[in-house]
């Protein structure tokens, strides 16, 4: 598996902007999340965001808060995430990052969770309610177990504040598009695109942008001036909705594909 | 009150593990604090309302026929006469005058018993903001007279029908909210927990409690007393009878944490929680062994959380104050023996710490105790009516 990093020095040799597709781990089931993996990839999905499901996902809106509590009641832990992907690593070629929040790393033990995201071949990590401000600590243990920190930059973010992020990110950048939660929802590109010029005059990290993406014209638009965009809810919603049937994994496969501009 | 340094800590405990987007935010209440708290103006405009609206100073009252029937000399502080007949009233005034100085026209506001919903309604009409309120589905059900009373006060009252639908699923509701719009809505937190500032600020609001528990008590008998009590859920009003006494070393602090049904099914964080992060705050949460957190209970609707506020964690572990756990049962107890010793009704969160006075009297006989009675009893009425029925 190759790492955050490395994919994006590839798209950008081939003049390509990154797909990020995130689902839950374990939803609709842990039995599920292979195969679900293994599609992505398959679909042209470059990099994928395995959520962890928490009990109390304060940053997520109703599908994704949803499927997270499905994926509780059907066991899913951080546990069982690691056995899953230690099984599944000599298969999946996309990098992946896991999503979570912090008390389930922080229970896990940060040091013990880094190592055994190495040894299951996972590269980056994104923590949702942990600013660079309470990181010092996760980052250096990130660094020595050469994992990728991707934090967040907002739309009301100060620039100073900005560039601290930039400088505790390992990956990419992961703007978030809008002040709100995550879920479907129409984005006013104008402001995004002044907001991430600035900021791309201050990294040499890829900028993705999250949070409301769920069409390929938005994709299309908002990688005119990114790096990337990543996709959730939507993603999450269609599993939801289509995972009992028969033809799942195709059905799947074709709906990821439409979202990505050719 | 030197704690909590610059980073929001009191110890080991407190913080701002929060997401990005609140930020900004969370650093302009930092700084507008700052500058409140040493402006005189902005104290006395506080303790003008202090005063003439919520009905300050509250009586220290020498419960008699208690302290006779348990042989220990107990004084009560009479936090339920105040104005919407709680602590809480303190908190939101103090708040409701940041958020006007900080030109938010909208605040919002997690509730459980109602208690905290009522006062932020109360205080939203009384500076003229617009005002949501986030209670749990099951909350909204078992304190209907209170979320009536929020409804009158012109309060939008958002039933959250989320995870246990209860003060927790309330908080994650309200930081949603809080997210999406904060660039013009004041979250007005109702008790000692949430990032940094709130656990600071809070405290600071509701530490008049033991100032003025420390003077009255000092005039009354001249000397301080042997124990402070108080319940503990997210931790306001214990903080703020507890946190004015920090640097009298001889006065032992007792919080006093929902046991719910058992061990297993209860609200008493400190009791058996574990060392977590939930809701902004580094601190005691109840969860599993993966970092969920556990569904909680008591039959307080107010101790109903899986969280304390930090600084509690922090008296914990540094042996400031010492921590029990007292069943719902218990906490019946403790509102009979109350209501028919004293003719006071206490709130069945107060009821938790009236009931420890009865082991307590066990080991300390004779001592002088000062409890606080938080809020009144009026909400519970119909809780504790069922129960009563049930044990026919």
Same mark, same amino acid.
């Given at each position: ?262 | ?163 246990? *639908?209860? !003060?927790?699923? &309330? ?7 809080? /997210?999406?719009?904060?660039?013009? $809505? #004041?979250? %007005? ?73 058992? *061990?297993? !099914?209860?609200? &008493? ?7 977590? /992060?939930?809701?902004?705050?580094? $601190? #005691?949460? %109840? ?106």
């Amino acid at each position: 598996m190759i790492t955050i990093k490395e994919k994006f020095q590839q798209l950008k040799k081939e003049d390509k902007k990154a797909f990020v597709a995130y689902v839950p781990y374990g939803f609709p089931s842990v039995r599920h999340t292979k195969d679900i993996l293994l599609t992505l990839q398959g679909s042209g999905v470059d990099i994928v965001e395995l959520g962890i499901p928490f009990s109390d996902p304060v940053s997520d809106g109703p599908v994704i808060q949803e499927a997270t509590s499905i994926a509780l009641k059907n066991g899913a832990n951080t546990k069982n995430l690691f056995v899953t992907l230690n099984k599944i690593k000599k298969d999946i070629k996309v990098p992946l990052a896991l999503m979570t929040y912090y008390n389930p790393v922080f229970r896990f033990g940060i040091d013990n969770f880094f190592k055994s995201m190495n040894k299951a071949g996972v590269s980056g990590i994104l923590t949702v309610d942990l600013p660079i401000d309470e990181a010092s600590e996760y980052i250096k243990k990130a660094k020595k177990h050469k994992i990728e920190t991707i934090f967040f930059v907002t739309p009301v973010t100060p620039l100073d504040r900005a560039k601290k992020i930039i400088k505790a990110s390992g990956g990419f950048v992961y703007y978030i598009s809008v002040t709100g939660t995550t879920g479907v929802r129409e984005i006013s590109y104008e402001a995004l695109a002044s907001h991430i010029g600035q900021l791309k005059k201050n990294t040499t990290l890829p900028v993705c942008v999250g949070f409301g993406v769920h069409t390929k014209e938005q994709f299309a638009s908002i990688c005119k001036f990114s790096d990337g965009a990543i996709v959730g809810s939507a993603i999450v919603k269609f599993i939801k909705e289509n995972h009992k049937k028969r033809n799942f994994l195709d059905e799947l496969k074709k709906y990821v594909k439409s979202l990505k501009p050719n | 009150m030197p704690l909590p340094n610059k980073k929001g800590y009191f110890g080991a405990f407190g913080g701002k593990f929060m997401p990005e987007t609140l930020f900004p935010c969370l650093h302009e209440l930092d700084s507008f604090y700052d500058k409140a708290r040493k402006d005189n103006a902005f104290k006395k405009e506080f303790q003008f309302y202090l005063k003439n609206y919520a009905g300050r100073p509250t009586i220290l009252y020498f419960a008699k026929n208690l302290s006779k029937h348990l042989g220990m000399k107990i004084y009560l502080k009479r936090e339920d006469l105040l104005h919407t007949g709680a602590h809480k009233i303190n908190n939101s005034l103090g708040q409701a005058l940041l958020a006007h100085s900080m030109g938010k026209k909208r605040i919002i506001a997690e509730t459980g018993a109602g208690q905290h919903g009522v006062s932020a309604a109360t205080v939203a009409r009384l500076f003229n903001l617009k005002c949501d309120v986030y209670m749990g589905e099951e909350d909204i059900a078992r304190q209907r007279m209170n979320v009536f009373r929020m409804k009158i006060l012109g309060a939008n009252v958002i039933a959250v029908k989320s995870g246990s *639908k209860t !003060l927790k699923d &309330a908080c994650n509701e309200a930081m949603r909210d809080w /997210v999406t719009n904060v660039r013009n $809505t #004041y979250y %007005l937190i109702g008790s000692t927990f949430g990032p940094h500032p709130y656990p600071m600020i809070v405290r600071d609001f509701q530490s008049v409690i033991g100032k003025e528990a420390r003077a009255q008590i000092l005039r009354e008998k001249n000397r301080l007393p042997h124990f402070l009590l108080a319940c503990v859920g997210g931790g306001s009003n214990s903080m703020g009878l507890f946190a004015p006494f920090f640097k009298d070393r001889k006065v032992k602090f007792i919080g006093v944490e929902a046991g719910g049904m058992n *061990k297993n !099914l209860n609200s &008493a964080s400190i009791s058996y929680g574990a060392v977590g /992060v939930l809701h902004g705050a580094k $601190t #005691y949460v %109840l969860q599993d062994r993966f970092g969920q957190v556990k569904a909680t209970h008591s039959i307080a609707a107010g101790l109903d959380y899986p969280g304390v506020g930090p600084e509690h964690s922090f008296y914990k572990n540094s042996k400031r104050s010492e921590y029990v756990a007292v069943k719902d049962k218990e906490a019946l107890e403790g509102f009979k023996m109350l209501s028919e010793l004293e003719g006071i009704i206490p709130a069945l969160e107060s009821a938790h710490a009236i009931y420890y006075l009865k082991k307590l009297a066990k080991r300390a006989r004779n001592a002088l105790v000062v409890v606080c009675l938080s809020g009144r009893g009026d909400k519970d009425l119909e809780i504790v009516q069922q129960c009563t029925d049930d044990h026919r």
